[in-house]
Structures are given as C-alpha cells and as structure tokens.
C-alpha cells in the first residue's frame, strides 16, 4: 500500500525558519511533489524533487531522500502570508495517473 | 490566460437531488480529476480521466458520476447515493499522468 505522514500543525514566528518532513512508503517512486494551500484555496505547486538533494527556490527549498523515504520543505524568512496547509504529494507508479497526498501540515506564522 | 475553471464556487444541494460540478481547463492537458477535501483531511481522488472519453473510478468513486467528452471538460455529478456530500471539491489536470496537477479554485458544496 501507500502511505505518506506530514506533521499536522507548525508554528513559527515572523522572520523565522521553519522544515516541515514528510515521510512515504511507495511500492515504486517517480518524484514528489510539494503544494501550498491556503484556507479555502486550491492548491498550489511548489517544488517537484525526483533526485536526492536539495532544490532551492528562493525563500522555499525541498529536499529528498529515496533512500530513506523522506523529504522536507524548508521555508525561510517566514512571512504572514506563508501561514496555509503544505500538503506533501507522490504519483503512484502502479496506477497512471493517480496521486497520493498527505493530510497536510498547517503552518502557522505569528508576529 | 490559461487556467483551470470551476463553477459554482458555492452550491447547495436538497436532500435526493442530483447535482453537477463543472470544470473548464484551456490548457491542453491530456488528463484531469476530481477530488475531494474535508476539513482537516488530505485530498481524496474521486474520479480520474486520462483521454477523451474515458475514466476511471478513484478511491471514492460511490454515489459520483463523469463524463469526458470534451478535451476542456470534465463535469462531475453528484447524485442522490451519495450521502455525504458536504465537502470542498476540487479539480485538476495534468499534461500527463504523474506530471504536476495544477488546480482549479474548487467548489463548496453543501446540503441544505
């Protein structure tokens, strides 16, 4: 089967750094994909990692490991705005087309 | 501008009642879904097409129907089986299966 963990909640003052780990268990890989969604809001794509390492996209980076089943979405510099869900997403390879997603980690900035 | 539609952005449903879902997408993309999203949860995959006229069940298809029968469109029904209705509605597509989905801007659904 399929299983993907996320933290449910994070807080973290303005200014501040905050890593947000996801963890999945995949019959086979094909990438892994970041969203952020705020309340009420669709989802939004944010990072797309298929390689180990690090991918930096100015104040947001993502990192993978395969082998040990794991990346994180690091968010530098926290602003009000970033306060919304980060859901960590995974294509399944046993059926084209079809996506896990994670319940989501709601961050949650304060001043 | 290229881009994924929803329609209503709100809609209420009466108890028995059939009700339609629309989703628009100008982007050229081969495939397209329809989630679903409760307070709290994660997205679940409903109903997922690959190609013009066809598509197939996701993990909780019961008491929704689809059509495919346009590139662009993708409408989803939510008939009378379905008994709990109440959620967030969300639909996507993707160039490709497995490439990234992009969204549209959802449809609240409630019962009244």
């Known amino acids: 089967g399929q299983n993907i963990d996320q933290p449910t909640e994070m807080t973290a003052t303005e200014g501040a750094i905050v890593q947000i780990n996801c963890t999945y268990q995949?019959?086979?890989?094909?990438?892994l994909f970041w969203y952020q969604q705020h309340a009420g809001e669709a989802p939004t794509f944010l990072s797309y990692?298929?390689?180990?390492g690090l991918e930096e996209k100015g104040r947001f980076s993502s990192f993978l490991s395969r082998s040990k089943g794991y990346s994180y979405l690091l968010l530098k510099e926290l602003q009000m705005k970033d306060s919304a869900s980060y859901l960590c997403?995974?294509?399944?390879?046993?059926?084209?087309?079809?996506?896990?997603f994670g319940a989501g980690t709601q961050v949650v900035v304060t001043p | 501008d290229g881009g994924i539609t929803q329609s209503p952005k709100y809609l209420f449903r009466k108890e028995g009642q059939n009700v339609t879902l629309s989703c628009e997408q100008n982007?050229?993309?081969?495939?397209m879904y329809w989630y679903r999203q409760d307070p709290g949860q994660g997205l679940r995959l409903i109903y997922y097409?690959?190609?013009?006229?066809?598509?197939q069940k996701g993990d909780i298809a019961e008491g929704y129907s689809v059509s495919r029968e346009k590139k662009e469109s993708f409408p989803l029904t939510v008939t009378s089986a379905q008994k709990n209705p109440t959620a967030f509605y969300l639909c996507?597509?993707?160039?490709?299966?497995?490439?990234?989905?992009?969204f549209g801007p959802g449809t609240r659904l409630l019962v009244l």
């Open positions: 097409s690959q190609i013009v006229n066809d598509f």
């Open positions: 982007l050229n993309h081969d495939a």
């Open positions: 995949t019959s086979g890989f094909n990438g």
């Open positions: 996507a597509s993707s160039n490709q299966g497995g490439e990234t989905q992009y």
């Open positions: 990692n298929v390689l180990d």
């Open positions: 997403a995974v294509p399944l390879t046993d059926s084209w087309g079809k996506f896990q």
